[in-house]
Each structure stands twice: as structure tokens, then as C-alpha cells.
């Protein structure tokens, strides 16, 4: 998840995407489980430019934190990117997949987005200004949404990669 004041994008294009948000003057905010990673992206952007919070995009806590964290941090909340996610080997077959296994892609990628458009709407909505951009993907129909808030002059769109 990359919050661009701005949220994860750690290694070769995800990197690229905190990148291109830094490099938009963007102060952007990596919120994602590979701290190692994390850190040396945030690095790389400038210490002035982006900070690392460790955030299981699962865990409706540390959702939370990280949003709160972006706006302690700088002030506002303007682009929530929903990035974070997860796949399992292929496995063509229903029969040979896990419960387990699509429970684990189900919480990234769907309750993940979730709380992140929450948390984000939590801040945007009072400060009647915001964007929350999801990645999903187009093999997966049922990730699929957009929805506009014009009321709030709002916008929640999904990105089809
Ligand atoms: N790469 C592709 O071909 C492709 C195609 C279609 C859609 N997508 C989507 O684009 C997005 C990014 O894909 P990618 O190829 O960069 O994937 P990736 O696996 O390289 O990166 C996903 C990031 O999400 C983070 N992440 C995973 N679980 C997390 C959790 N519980 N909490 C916080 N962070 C977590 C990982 O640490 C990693 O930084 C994903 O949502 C993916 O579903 C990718």
C-alpha cells in the first residue's frame, strides 16, 4: 500500500511507483510487511520525502496507523494507492486449491483494499478532498469496482494491470 500523502511499492516497478509519486512532489508514505525493502525505498526517496511505516494491510490496526501516521506526519492525507497484493501459484484445478490459500489472497486483496479505502475515506471525508486509487487485476472480475463520490469531490478508482 503507498500512501501518497501518498501508499506498497518496494522493488523494481513498485519502487518505480513511489518514484513517480516523489518525483510529482508527492511526500509518500510505504506502508507494506517487507521492512527491509521498505526502508531502503524510503531511503532512496529522501528522508524528507517518504517514511516507511510497517503495516499487514489484513490488520485493520495497523491500517489504521499507518493513515493516522501519514497525516501526523504531513499534515494531510491527498492520494491512498491500495497496491498491496498477493497471489498463489497457479493451480488450473478447484480441487487441488486450499480454503486456507484463498482465504490468505481473499484478505489482501479484497479486505485489504477495504480497510485502506476506510481508513483513507476516514481523513478524506472531513477534509472534503482525497483520491484512493486500488490495483486489482483483470483475471480476478470480482475485484472490480469504481465508484465515484462527487458529493465529496472524492474518487475511488480501481487500476486493471
Ligand atoms: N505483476 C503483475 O503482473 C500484476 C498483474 C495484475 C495485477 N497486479 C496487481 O498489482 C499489485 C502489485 O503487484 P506486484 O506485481 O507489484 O506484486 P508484488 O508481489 O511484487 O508486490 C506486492 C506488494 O504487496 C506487499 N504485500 C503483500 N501482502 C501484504 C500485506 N498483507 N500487507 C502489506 N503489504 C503486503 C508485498 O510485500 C509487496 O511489496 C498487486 O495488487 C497485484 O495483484 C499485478
Known amino acids: 500500500m503507498n500512501i ?6 518496494l522493488d523494481n516497478w513498485r519502487c518505480q511507483r513511489a518514484k513517480v509519486f516523489a518525483h510529482h512532489g508527492a ?3 510505504i506502508a507494506d510487511i517487507q521492512d527491509e525493502l521498505g526502508l531502503a525505498v524510503a531511503e532512496t526517496l529522501g528522508p524528507s520525502n517518504s517514511t516507511y511505516v510497517r ?5 485493520e490496526e495497523q491500517v489504521k496507523n499507518a493513515v493516522d501516521k501519514a497525516v501526523a506526519t504531513y499534515g494531510k492525507l491527498d492520494i491512498m494507492f491500495n497496491n498491496a497484493g498477493t497471489a498463489d501459484p497457479s493451480k488450473p484445478r478447484i480441487i487441488d486449491n486450499e480454503k486456507s490459500d484463498f482465504d490468505r489472497v481473499m484478505s489482501v486483496n479484497v479486505t485489504g483494499v477495504f480497510l485502506g479505502t ?3 475515506a476516514r481523513v478524506m471525508i472531513p477534509a472534503r478532498s482525497g483520491n484512493i486509487i486500488s490495483t486489482a487485476s483483470k483475471i480476478l472480475p470480482m475485484l472490480h469496482f469504481i465508484w465515484q463520490v462527487r458529493r465529496l469531490d472524492m474518487l475511488v478508482a480501481t487500476i486493471y494491470s
Open 4 to 9: 501518497a500523502r501518498g501508499k506498497g511499492g
Open 27 to 29: 511526500k509518500v508514505v
Open 55 to 59: 503495516c499487514d494491510v489484513t490488520d
Open 118 to 120: 476506510k481508513h483513507a
